[in-house]
């Protein structure tokens, strides 16, 4: 099973950009549709974007669509979420998982998880 550990995780102010990296151990990283998750306190955790094996696939919530991008290295074994434009209502802490289809924004289809980075965006 793939092991993940994201970074890129701080502390920025409205307005600003973040760059969380997801690094992915085993071989079989690029077979995996790679997922973003957040959890704000006190709510539950929420999807935020999605890519497939290959790429040139990805899904965003609503809430985030426009302001952040999700693209992988599978030459280096690494996800990455691009955050621009960010609100406090952005922070939380931020998952990558580790998937089979990349298409249906649900836990339930992710099997691998990563311990979370924290992003606090201020006002």
């Known amino acids: 099973q793939v092991q993940l550990v994201e970074s890129g995780g701080g502390l920025v102010q409205a307005g600003g950009s973040l760059r969380l990296s997801c690094a992915a151990s085993g071989r079989t990283f690029s077979s995996y549709a790679m997922g973003w998750f957040r959890q704000a306190p006190g709510k539950e955790r929420e999807f935020v974007a999605s890519i497939n094996w290959s790429g040139d696939r990805t899904y965003y919530a609503d809430s985030v669509k426009g302001r952040f991008t999700i693209s992988r290295d599978n030459a280096k074994n690494t996800v990455f979420l691009q955050m621009n434009s960010l609100k406090p209502e952005d922070t939380a802490v931020y998952y990558c998982?580790?998937?089979?289809?990349?298409?249906?924004?649900?836990?339930?289809?992710?099997?691998?998880w990563g311990q979370g980075t924290q992003v606090t965006v201020s006002s």
């Open positions: 998982a580790a998937g089979f289809t990349y298409q249906y924004p649900s836990e339930a289809r992710y099997n691998a």
